[in-house]
């Protein structure tokens, strides 16, 4: 099982950046895909969720309206496009697939937003 994210980097306040996870190794279009995030010396925490079709979507407070959760079942990938980016959105982000007992992690992409 392999989820790898991609995307991070360094951008300004106010800018976008959009990261991917390309899942292996399971039947990706059965798991409710999450993506967390991991500040420094702060706890992880849930920024986004997608269901397995894609049929529905959940945010976090502090992200609604900015960040979009999306999933192509064909391509095993989840996205999260990320606007209006904000110097509290610097973290570690990490791409999370769940369906029952099984739960995979990602290895994270940083994000980082400064002038």
């Known amino acids: 099982v392999q989820l790898v994210e991609s995307g991070g980097g360094l951008v300004q306040p106010g800018g976008s950046l959009r990261l991917s996870c390309a899942a292996s190794?399971?039947?990706?279009?059965?798991?409710?895909m999450s993506w967390y995030r991991q500040a420094p010396g702060k706890e992880r925490e849930l920024v986004t969720g997608i269901t397995s079709a894609g049929g529905s979507t959940n945010y976090a407070d502090s992200v609604k309206g900015r960040f979009t959760i999306s999933r192509d079942n064909a391509k095993n990938t989840v996205y999260l496009q990320m606007n209006s980016l904000k110097p509290e959105d610097t973290a570690v982000y990490y791409c999370?697939?769940?369906?029952?007992?099984?739960?995979?992690w990602g290895q994270g992409t940083q994000v980082t937003v400064s002038s």
């Open positions: 999370n697939a769940a369906r029952g007992s099984y739960i995979y």
């Open positions: 190794g399971f039947t990706f279009r059965s798991y409710y």
